[in-house]
């Protein structure tokens, strides 16, 4: 099954912005599904400067370790 997951809560809401990512790398991944992930809208924020290394949300695991786990299995990011 393939998914497309959007992004589109920008640094202003870690915790929304997070929870595509997580559904991606630790929901879809582990049962072997194929995503792709698109920053849209005030989701862009999230690529921008160091957003992405100091963004923590709510119960998700930050930012950057989901950023890396989908850069570990090679899942595209369109912006």
Do not use: C, R, W
């Amino acid at each position: 099954m393939k998914f497309l997951y959007i992004v589109t809560k920008g640094a202003g809401d870690p915790t929304g912005a997070s929870l595509p990512l997580h559904m991606a790398a630790n929901g879809s991944l582990e049962v072997g599904q194929e995503v792709a992930i698109i920053f849209a809208g005030d989701g862009a924020e999230v690529v921008l400067a160091d957003n992405a290394e100091t963004m923590q949300g709510v119960g998700v695991p930050s930012v950057k370790e989901l950023l890396a786990k989908l850069a570990d299995h090679q899942v595209p990011v369109y912006v």
